[in-house]
């Protein structure tokens, strides 16, 4: 029985001194291969977070040429009846086929960074040149946006079709936030 109580005690003292620590070391040891893995990810995130950071600020060097040059509300609305006018030209420059009817600016609120300038449009022209026109102003730079888009047939004779829309631009506000010359 008295080998048995020293046999009991040896084991746990040779536990306590021999496997314990060992344990203890193989659990710092996976905790330090986790803090590895992690700082190995971390670093993987890293190269492509800075990738993204400089794809984010070559497009904010970008967007200068997507906004409108104008720095005023009116200027900027001049410039884009302008880009109108030169589009229905471009595409019929008779205006037998497509002409515009009325041109007049709209303020509008801002809501974000930016400063949007509107001008409502009435047009009429064949579909053939409308769908052309349509298309160049929305895939032009600076960004133009089409909105409230209204197509009416005059009549059951004439091909032309009738159409009123929303143009609109953007322009940067200056150092107060505001527009120079913004109509509200």
């Known amino acids: 029985m008295v080998l048995l109580a020293l046999l009991f005690t040896f084991g746990s003292l040779a536990y306590w001194l021999l496997i314990q620590p060992q344990q203890d070391l193989n659990r ?7 803090q590895y893995h992690r700082a190995l990810t971390f670093e993987a995130r890293r190269e492509g977070l800075e990738r993204q950071l400089e794809r984010w600020q070559a497009a ?35 205006q037998r086929r497509c002409a515009i009817q009325q041109q007049r600016n709209v303020a509008t609120k801002g809501d974000g ?5 509107t001008v409502n449009v009435a047009l009429n022209c064949h579909l053939e040149e409308l769908q052309a026109v349509l298309y160049d102003l929305e895939a032009s730079t600076p960004v133009m946006v089409l909105d409230n888009l209204t197509i009416n047939r005059r009549s059951r004779d004439d091909l032309a079709l009738s159409t009123q ?19 509200r």
């Not at 710092?28 to 986790?34: P, T």
């Not at 970008?62 to 109108?84: I, K, V």
């Open 113 to 117: 960074p930016f400063t949007r300038v």
């Open 60 to 94: 904010l060097a970008d967007n200068q040429a997507m906004l409108l040059r104008e720095r005023s509300f009116s200027l900027a609305a001049a410039a884009l009846q302008e880009r109108l006018k030169s589009v229905v030209s471009l595409h019929d420059p008779a």
């Open 165 to 183: 829309f929303d143009l609109s631009g953007f322009i940067r506000p200056d150092a107060n936030g505001e527009p120079e010359g913004d109509p």
């Open 28 to 34: 710092q040891l996976a905790e330090w291969g986790r």
